[in-house]
């Protein structure tokens, strides 16, 4: 499957689960399915909800920190690729 460069982690909270990603490209929605992958990071997640200043939203566009629920752990700098 093709994959277009979205976004990069910028911190990763491990109680909650969530990666917190600095969108460079594109837009990101729920229901996108994202690859993370770094040194030691490789997975495929569905966007399940998306969180800007702890408020959900249903997309996010270029410039934007958001939050982003993970089942794995992710690393500052992993990049963010959205499966297209």
């Given at each position: 499957?093709?994959?277009?460069?979205?976004?990069?982690?910028?911190?990763?909270?491990?109680?909650?689960?969530?990666?917190?990603v600095?969108?460079?490209?594109?837009?990101?929605?729920?229901?996108?399915?994202?690859?993370f992958?770094?040194?030691?990071?490789?997975?495929?997640?569905?966007?399940?909800?998306?969180?800007?200043?702890?408020?959900?939203?249903?997309?996010?566009?270029?410039g934007?920190?958001?939050?982003?629920?993970?089942?794995?752990?992710?690393?500052?700098?992993?990049?963010v690729y959205?499966?297209?």
């Amino acid at each position: 499957m093709e994959e277009e460069k979205v976004g990069r982690v910028q911190k990763f909270f491990a109680k909650p689960g969530v990666a917190a990603v600095e969108v460079t490209a594109d837009v990101i929605r729920v229901g996108d399915r994202l690859h993370f992958k770094g040194h030691t990071t490789d997975f495929e997640e569905t966007v399940s909800s998306i969180q800007i200043d702890n408020e959900p939203v249903e997309e996010a566009k270029p410039g934007d920190l958001i939050g982003i629920k993970v089942k794995e752990r992710v690393r500052e700098k992993d990049t963010v690729y959205k499966v297209v």
